[in-house]
């Protein structure tokens, strides 16, 4: 006689994939764009992104490898630093390589205007500043942006070399719910 302990295995996971493709609550997808400008000030009487952390003196790393900055950049509808504040950046970047200008970015675009203020937008990867376009991921969000997930594309605007002030142009591309 055969034993019914395949079956009953057979029956527990087609239960358990019937009940998962008829979640309650899971709607269709919004394909959202945004564009804005990112205005990382870090010198200034009152800058917005300050480093936390370094390396040890000993390291002789021309790329900064090993330090961390805490930001909480405005986000802007143009370029202008007096353009419509549309959110924020809030997080941290690390130098996180040795051999090129290569940022670890992990931050929130927080929106604080119009059709998605108090929602927000996780970004998680690599930044190599010195790239023309650089792709990151978005990797969740909050509010209007629950689900969210896909792709911000970052363009260098405007650099001072000087003062490490820059203006960062974003295009975002996320599907959410």
């Known amino acids: 006689m055969a034993s019914p302990l395949p079956l009953t295995i057979f029956l527990f ?3 358990s994939f019937s009940a998962r493709s008829d979640s309650p609550g899971v709607t269709s997808e919004t394909e959202t764009h945004l564009h804005f400008y990112f205005h990382d000030i870090v010198t200034a009487t009152k800058p917005t992104a300050i480093r936390v952390a370094s390396a040890p003196l000993l390291s002789t790393s021309i790329t900064g490898f090993g330090a961390v900055v805490m930001i909480d950049d405005p986000l802007t509808e143009g370029p202008d630093e007096e353009s419509k504040l549309i959110g924020r950046a809030q997080g941290m970047y690390a130098l996180a390589s040795k051999e090129e200008a290569g940022l670890l970015m992990n931050m929130n675009f927080v929106f604080i205007d119009g059709e998605y203020n108090g929602s ?3 970004v998680l990867g690599r930044n190599t500043v010195f790239s023309d376009v650089r792709e990151m991921p978005i990797i969740g969000g909050s509010g209007k942006f629950r689900f969210a997930r ?3 594309l970052a363009k260098t605007y405007y650099w001072n070399v000087i ?3 820059a ?8 599907l959410h719910q």
């Open 13 to 15: 996971l087609s239960l």
């Open 120 to 122: 927000t937008l996780a």
């Open 150 to 152: 896909g792709y911000a």
């Open 163 to 165: 003062t490490g002030n």
């Open 167 to 174: 203006i960062v142009e974003y295009d975002v591309h996320v």
